[in-house]
C-alpha cells in the first residue's frame, strides 16, 4: 500500500466517525454527505494503486467503474453503491434539509464502512485501525 493509499483510507475512516456524530447530532444530509465522502476517498486509493488519479468526482466514480467493477476486482455492487451515495450526497448538500432521512443517511455509513473493509481486504489494514 503506498503512503497516498495510506492517507485516502485514513480520511476515508476519519469520515465515517464524523458521519456516526453527525447522525447521532441530527444532521443526516451532512452524514450521508460525509459518508459518500468516505466512499470517494476509498474509490481514489484504489485508483492510486493504478497510478490513475482524477480531480472530477464523475470520473473517479466511473474510473472506478471502469478498472474495478466492471472487470471483477470488485463487487459491482460497490461501483453502484458509489453512484448512489454521490446522488444522495448532492440531494444532502444542495437540496431541503429534509431530503435525506435518517434511515437513508445510516445506510450510506453502513455501506462506507463495508467499502472500507473490501478495501482493507485488498489493501492490506492501516495499522492502529482495529
Do not use: C, W
Not at 41 to 60: C, Q
Not at 63 to 87: C, W
Amino acid at each position: 500500500m503506498t503512503e497516498d493509499q495510506k492517507e485516502l483510507l485514513k480520511s476515508a475512516r476519519e469520515s465515517i466517525a464524523a458521519a456516526k456524530l453527525l447522525l447521532k447530532g441530527g444532521f443526516p444530509g451532512f452524514a450521508a454527505s460525509r459518508a459518500y465522502y468516505a466512499m470517494f476517498y476509498i474509490a481514489e486509493a484504489f485508483l492510486e494503486g493504478e497510478g490513475i488519479s482524477f480531480s472530477r468526482h464523475s470520473a473517479v466514480i466511473s474510473a472506478f467503474g471502469q478498472h474495478f467493477a466492471n472487470v471483477g476486482k470488485v463487487p459491482s455492487e460497490t461501483h453502484r453503491f458509489l453512484i448512489e451515495a454521490f446522488d444522495i450526497r448532492n440531494s444532502g448538500d444542495y437540496g431541503p434539509t429534509s431530503a435525506i432521512s435518517s434511515e437513508v443517511a445510516k445506510e450510506q455509513i453502513n455501506r462506507a464502512e463495508k467499502f472500507l473493509e473490501l478495501a482493507e481486504q485488498k489493501m492490506g489494514r492501516l495499522r492502529g485501525s482495529e
